[in-house]
Nanobody, 123 residues
Framework: QVQLVESRGGLVQAGGSLRLSCAAS????????MAWFRQAPGKEREFVAA????????NYADSVKGRFTISRDNAKNTVYLQMNSLKPEDTAVYYC????????????????WGQGTQVTVSS
């Protein structure tokens, strides 16, 4: 069993930066792939980024590639999402998620989810 708790998001101006963190409970955190998804109002949830259990492999959505960086610290049971050059279209509720195995992009295969945190980017 893994419980995930995201840090507070926030309001940031376009072009700004924000770092989200997701703290996991459970001794098996280091064996799970972790990911971030987001859901904007009126839109479906979409994949943002994923990272393997070791941190050696990452995946990014094309819309965030080059601007967002996912990382993890297994000693702290925490995964991070550094978001730079934020755009108004990045406004959404961001969720972290965990699954055994590979860091894939399909949300329905992730077993554990955080409660979500709001990120708002003003123009």
């Amino acid at each position: 069993q893994v419980q995930l708790v995201e840090s507070r998001g926030g309001l940031v101006q376009a072009g700004g930066s924000l770092r989200l963190s997701c703290a996991a409970s459970g001794r098996t955190f280091s064996s799970y792939a972790m990911a971030w998804f987001r859901q904007a109002p009126g839109k479906e949830r979409e994949f943002v980024a994923a990272i393997s259990w070791s941190g050696d492999s990452t995946n990014y959505a094309d819309s965030v590639k080059g601007r967002f960086t996912i990382s993890r610290d297994n000693a702290k049971n925490t995964v991070y999402l550094q978001m730079n050059s934020l755009k108004p279209e990045d406004t959404a509720v961001y969720y972290c998620a965990a699954k055994p195995g590979l860091p894939i992009t399909t949300g329905r295969f992730y077993e554990y989810w955080g409660q979500g945190t709001q990120v708002t980017v003003s123009s």
